[in-house]
């Protein structure tokens, strides 16, 4: 239920009960000052000679009202105007006053007989006793009044009234100051009943809105329910997710960017420093007029070139570590991208005497990926058959279709190749084949790792085995989207391959 429609029941609630009560103290008030208005006039009355007269004739002494006569033709005439104002305070209209001894009885026969609860009240010393048909200021009501002297055959006096009041003959009702503490009471009561649970709800909800915080978001609140209050703690839990994912993410990136510049910083130096080592060497013989060592200019061309692969690799991995939302979609020739990929790497084959050469098909096989980390996970596989390579060795880049339809993508060389135990731990980072391929300085390990991660990122699968030459055969398999025509008749067999 809605704290809304809650607290509005909660207010009826209370309302209700406190219109009543108001009503009851109102009717009750004019009772009272009923039964004060009667009780005074008998009194009134008896002190200003009537207790005389009645004393003189106890036998016959009432107070009535006049009984209206009626003429010959049924009208009804006037009663006669009074000589003198009447002996004592005027009567309530109607009323009626009769006498009682000490002993509550009547001398005069016409006198009604009182009431059993009235005889009992004056008989346990009350002054003052009421009795109505029913609860209300208009209801017939007799009123016992006891008299100052209590002796005598007019030792008490009762009022009867007939309970027929018109507007202006309505006594004033003083209502009792003292009466606003009941319906505020039953006010401020309800008020904090319904206030108590909601208030005791939000100090719950503040306490582990802080103990929330205090955990870093983590874990999250109890409040459940429908109403404000419990849409109010699902807000904050909501936030508290979304923090905590954006924390996350921060710490991600800030490790990403930590570990980069881990990277960096120790993979650079070493290629950096020798190729310090060759411009030396190189300065050195310039200096002298000396001829310039080729062999030198071939190393520092190889660690330069090693260089750029390694801050590209870094970078790929930043990229790659920070996830999917850094990934670039789009269309994607892998023929074309097979080509700049070896034309990249053609110069430091030559340098090192290693033969590289492609073959891709006539028709160009087309995706949809990460164009520049798709490259660079080609170009990690390639750079490693030409560098663990030997002089006079050759690397082979292969392009073709598959059924399905699908395509592979080899990277085959005739190196030294890599025992079997260690094939299933390239792609793992920071791990690097032994001594046979490792020639120079190395880094962390990342070319392998990159190409896998690429795979997986684009659902391919990264096989890794012995090629038929001796070496290290490096396979892309993936699918190619369905499309109509050529791409979906079948495989194909790639050109010959190209130097």
């Given at each position: 239920?809605?704290?809304?429609?809650?607290?509005?029941?909660?207010?009826?609630?209370?309302?209700?009960?406190?219109?009543?009560?108001?009503?009851?103290?109102?009717?009750?008030s004019?009772?009272?000052?009923l039964?004060?208005?009667?009780s005074?006039?008998?009194?009134?009355h008896?002190?200003?000679?009537?207790?005389?007269?009645?004393?003189?004739?106890?036998?016959?002494?009432s107070?009535e009202?006049?009984?209206?006569?009626?003429?010959?033709?049924?009208?009804r005439?006037?009663?006669p105007r009074?000589?003198g104002?009447?002996?004592?305070?005027?009567?309530?209209?109607?009323?009626?006053?009769?006498?009682?001894?000490a002993?509550?009885?009547?001398?005069?026969?016409?006198?009604?007989?009182?009431?059993?609860?009235?005889?009992?009240?004056?008989?346990?010393?009350?002054g003052?006793?009421?009795?109505?048909?029913?609860?209300?200021?208009?209801e017939?009501?007799?009123?016992?009044?006891r008299?100052p002297?209590?002796?005598?055959?007019?030792a008490?006096a009762?009022?009867?009234?007939?309970?027929?009041?018109?507007t202006?003959?309505r006594?004033?009702?003083?209502f009792?100051h003292?009466?606003?503490?009941?319906?505020?009471?039953?006010?401020?009561?309800?008020?904090?009943f319904?206030?108590?649970?909601?208030?005791?709800?939000?100090?719950?909800?503040?306490?582990?809105?802080?103990?929330?915080?205090?955990?870093?978001?983590?874990?999250?609140?109890?409040?459940?329910?429908?109403?404000?209050?419990?849409?109010?703690?699902?807000?904050?839990?909501?936030?508290?997710?979304?923090v905590?994912?954006?924390?996350?993410?921060?710490?991600?990136r800030?490790?990403?960017?930590?570990?980069?510049?881990?990277?960096?910083?120790?993979?650079?130096?070493?290629?950096l420093?020798?190729?310090?080592?060759?411009?030396?060497?190189l300065?050195?013989?310039?200096?002298?007029g000396?001829?310039?060592?080729?062999?030198?200019?071939?190393?520092?061309s190889?660690?330069?070139?090693?260089?750029?692969?390694?801050?590209?690799?870094?970078?790929?991995?930043?990229?790659?570590?920070?996830?999917?939302?850094?990934?670039?979609?789009?269309?994607?020739?892998?023929?074309?991208?097979?080509e700049?990929?070896?034309?990249?790497?053609?110069p430091?084959?030559?340098?090192q005497g290693?033969?590289?050469?492609?073959?891709v098909?006539?028709?160009?096989?087309?995706?949809?990926?990460?164009?520049?980390?798709?490259?660079?996970?080609?170009?990690?596989?390639?750079?490693?058959?030409?560098?663990?390579?030997?002089?006079?060795?050759?690397?082979?880049?292969?392009l073709?279709?598959?059924p399905?339809?699908?395509f592979?993508?080899?990277?085959?060389?005739d190196?030294?190749?890599?025992?079997e135990?260690?094939?299933?731990?390239?792609v793992?980072?920071?791990?690097r084949?032994?001594?046979?391929?490792?020639?120079?300085?190395g880094?962390?390990?990342?070319?392998?790792?990159?190409?896998?991660?690429?795979?997986?990122?684009?659902?391919?699968?990264?096989?890794?085995?012995?090629s038929?030459?001796?070496?290290l055969?490096?396979?892309?398999?993936?699918e190619?989207?369905?499309?109509?025509?050529?791409?979906?008749?079948?495989?194909?067999?790639?050109?010959?391959?190209?130097?």
């Amino acid at each position: 239920m809605k704290l809304r429609m809650r607290l509005a029941l909660m207010t009826v609630a209370v309302a209700v009960p406190v219109a009543l009560c108001m009503g009851w103290i109102h009717v009750a008030s004019q009772v009272r000052a009923l039964e004060s208005a009667l009780s005074e006039y008998a009194l009134a009355h008896m002190l200003s000679g009537g207790r005389e007269r009645c004393e003189a004739s106890p036998e016959n002494w009432s107070i009535e009202p006049p009984r209206p006569r009626t003429g010959t033709g049924g009208d009804r005439e006037p009663p006669p105007r009074p000589r003198g104002p009447p002996p004592g305070p005027r009567p309530p209209p109607g009323s009626r006053l009769y006498a009682y001894d000490a002993q509550l009885a009547a001398r005069n026969p016409s006198a009604p007989a009182l009431e059993p609860s009235l005889v009992k009240a004056m008989q346990q010393g009350e002054g003052l006793a009421s009795r109505a048909s029913a609860f209300g200021v208009d209801e017939p009501r007799e009123v016992l009044v006891r008299m100052p002297w209590g002796t005598g055959p007019c030792a008490f006096a009762l009022v009867q009234w007939p309970g027929r009041f018109n507007t202006e003959e309505r006594p004033a009702v003083p209502f009792p100051h003292e009466y606003w503490l009941i319906p505020t009471g039953i006010a401020l009561a309800g008020v904090l009943f319904a206030l108590g649970p909601v208030v005791r709800r939000l100090r719950q909800l503040t306490g582990e809105v802080r103990t929330f915080v205090r955990s870093a978001y983590q874990g999250s609140l109890t409040q459940t329910g429908n109403d404000e209050i419990s849409e109010l703690a699902r807000a904050f839990d909501e936030a508290g997710r979304e923090v905590r994912a954006q924390m996350e993410l921060k710490e991600k990136r800030e490790q990403t960017l930590r570990s980069f510049l881990e990277n960096t910083t120790h993979d650079v130096m070493i290629p950096l420093t020798v190729l310090q080592g060759h411009l030396a060497e190189l300065q050195q013989h310039a200096a002298k007029g000396t001829p310039v060592d080729a062999a030198a200019v071939a190393a520092a061309s190889q660690e330069a070139h090693y260089m750029a692969a390694l801050i590209h690799n870094l970078g790929a991995a930043a990229r790659l570590e920070a996830g999917e939302p850094s990934v670039q979609r789009g269309p994607v020739n892998l023929n074309a991208l097979v080509e700049r990929c070896v034309g990249r790497h053609r110069p430091i084959a030559r340098q090192q005497g290693v033969q590289l050469d492609y073959a891709v098909p006539e028709l160009p096989v087309s995706l949809s990926g990460d164009d520049t980390l798709i490259e660079q996970a080609v170009s990690n596989v390639i750079y490693n058959a030409v560098r663990y390579n030997a002089r006079g060795g050759h690397v082979a880049v292969v392009l073709d279709r598959q059924p399905g339809p699908a395509f592979r993508l080899r990277v085959l060389d005739d190196g030294p190749g890599i025992p079997e135990g260690e094939l299933s731990r390239l792609v793992e980072r920071r791990v690097r084949g032994d001594a046979a391929r490792t020639r120079g300085p190395g880094g962390h390990g990342l070319g392998l790792n990159i190409a896998w991660k690429v795979a997986v990122l684009h659902g391919w699968s990264l096989q890794l085995g012995r090629s038929e030459y001796g070496g290290l055969q490096v396979d892309f398999l993936g699918e190619l989207p369905a499309s109509p025509g050529p791409d979906t008749e079948g495989p194909q067999v790639p050109g010959a391959l190209r130097a």
